[in-house]
């Protein structure tokens, strides 16, 4: 069983940066992808960022590439989506999600997150 609970969202202007964190609960961690996921009010969750325990690598949503930067503090038992440059298409409801998958198109598919945490709030204005 693992806990999630994410912090850091809020209101930032148009080209601000925020930083969103979630602390999970449980000892294996690093055994765990980590990913991001985002829904905008009438929309759909949408993958935004993840990061796979077996390969460490990361993959980012078109939308949010080379502005988005998600990493993870094992120490910590902490994963962050730094957010730089944001838009106000970016405003939604940010979750973090946990589960022990491990590739490409598993990381990005938000059916195979087994946990999640109980979103923040990221508002941008223009």
């Known amino acids: 069983q693992v806990t999630l609970v994410e912090s850091g969202g809020g209101l930032v202007q148009a080209g601000g940066s925020l930083r969103l964190s979630c602390a999970a609960s449980?000892?294996?961690?690093?055994?765990?992808?980590m990913g991001w996921f985002r829904q905008a009010p009438g929309k759909e969750r949408e993958f935004v960022a993840a990061?796979?325990?077996?390969?460490?690598?990361?993959y980012y949503a078109d939308s949010v590439k080379g502005r988005f930067t998600i990493s993870r503090d094992s120490a910590k038992n902490t994963v962050y989506l730094q957010m730089n440059s944001l838009k106000p298409e970016d405003t939604a409801v940010y979750y973090c999600?946990?589960?022990?998958?491990?590739?490409?198109?598993?990381?990005?598919?938000?059916?195979?997150?087994?946990?999640w945490g109980q979103g923040t709030q990221v508002t941008v204005s223009s």
């Open positions: 999600a946990a589960g022990r998958i491990g590739s490409r198109d598993e990381v990005q598919s938000q059916g195979r997150y087994p946990y």
């Open positions: 449980g000892r294996t961690f690093s055994m765990y992808s």
């Open positions: 990061n796979s325990w077996s390969t460490g690598t990361t």
